[in-house]
Structures are given as C-alpha cells and as structure tokens.
C-alpha cells in the first residue's frame, strides 16, 4: 500500500479500468453482470466527482472505486451506491482499502451521507473489509438473482456518515 497512491479516474484509464472490472466479473463473485460495460456506458452511469483509481509508483492502475446514485429524486441526493474492484494480481495489499478511504473522504466533502453496496456473502474479503472501514450489514436479500444458473443472496451494507447530519 505504502507504493500506491489514488488520484481520480481519467478517461485514459478507460481500457485499464474496464479489464480489472471483467477479471472481477470473471471470477464470479463480484457482480450478478458477466460482462463489463463499454466505457460509455460506465461513464453515463457514474458520478464523475467520485471516480478514483490506486497506482502504483509507475502509475499502473491497480484498482479502482467509483458511486452511482440511488435515485433520482431530489430526497436521495445523499445516498450512493459504490462499487470497488482491484486487479487479481494486486488483491491483498491494502488497494480497496485505500480505495474506500478516498471514496469516503470525497463522498463526505460532497455532502453524501450514505453509502452503500450489496455484496455477495461468499465474497468474505469485502464483508470484512466493508465492516473495518464502517459499514454495517442492513440485511440479507435472499434469492434476489439468479447468476450463472443458480440463485444468489446479496448482503446489503451501508455506511452513514458521523458528521453529516
């Protein structure tokens, strides 16, 4: 971790961030999606302010995190949905974490009181990972899609900011 560093996602990152987002779908327990997004279609859906990626002394993109909103209406402005991904060779060396802490930093300077993710139970790493950095389990959504030809269950977390209020 003391040789990454995160700045914000940039369009050059484009190819970079969409290959460790399919090897995170590859795996099978990162997302009900199978199939990454073209970069238009991950650009639109997006908040641009909170978009970041962990390099590496060479600037080689490690990981990245970014939010979508909840909704639409005017009342949920403060809630995002976030989704953290880091390149398979790079996992266990503190890159989400470092990740999440800059997410939460800027999501909090926005003022974004809740953030929020569903992950799938088997996924351990991110459950703990979640936990130590705040979030807390809302509950289980048992069953709620299917992928890959079987059921799956989805943890909800959430994490609420303790200086919004």
Same mark, same amino acid.
């Given at each position: 971790?003391?040789?990454?560093?995160?700045?914000?996602?940039? #369009?050059?990152? @484009?190819?970079?961030?969409?290959? *460790?987002?399919?090897?995170? $779908? %590859?795996?099978?327990?990162? +997302?009900? /999606?199978?199939?990454?997004?073209?970069?238009?279609?991950?650009?639109?859906?997006?908040?641009?302010?909170?978009?970041?990626?962990?390099?590496?002394?060479?600037?080689?993109?490690?990981?990245?995190?970014?939010?979508?909103?909840?909704?639409?209406?005017?009342?949920?402005?403060?809630?995002?949905?976030?989704?953290?991904? #880091?390149?398979? @060779?790079?996992?266990?060396?503190? *890159?989400?974490?470092?990740? $999440? %802490?800059?997410?939460?930093? +800027?999501? /909090?300077?926005?003022?974004?009181?809740?953030?929020?993710?569903?992950?799938?139970?088997?996924?351990?790493?991110?459950?703990?990972?979640?936990?130590?950095?705040?979030?807390?389990?809302?509950?289980?959504?048992?069953?709620?899609?299917?992928?890959?030809?079987?059921?799956?269950?989805?943890?909800?977390?959430?994490?609420?900011?303790?200086?919004?209020?």
């Amino acid at each position: 971790m003391a040789d990454s560093t995160v700045r914000p996602m940039a #369009v050059a990152d @484009a190819d970079r961030v969409l290959a *460790i987002y399919q090897a995170g $779908l %590859d795996g099978g327990n990162a +997302s009900f /999606e199978i199939t990454a997004p073209t970069w238009a279609a991950f650009d639109t859906t997006r908040l641009t302010a909170h978009r970041f990626v962990a390099v590496d002394r060479d600037g080689a993109v490690l990981g990245w995190i970014a939010v979508s909103p909840t909704s639409t209406r005017a009342v949920y402005a403060g809630v995002v949905e976030h989704s953290v991904y #880091v390149d398979p @060779a790079a996992q266990g060396r503190g *890159i989400a974490r470092l990740l $999440l %802490d800059a997410l939460i930093t +800027s999501t /909090e300077a926005a003022g974004i009181w809740t953030i929020q993710s569903g992950v799938f139970p088997e996924n351990t790493a991110s459950l703990t990972l979640h936990q130590r950095v705040g979030f807390r389990v809302i509950g289980v959504r048992e069953r709620v899609g299917r992928h890959h030809d079987r059921w799956r269950d989805v943890v909800l977390l959430e994490r609420r900011s303790p200086t919004i209020s």
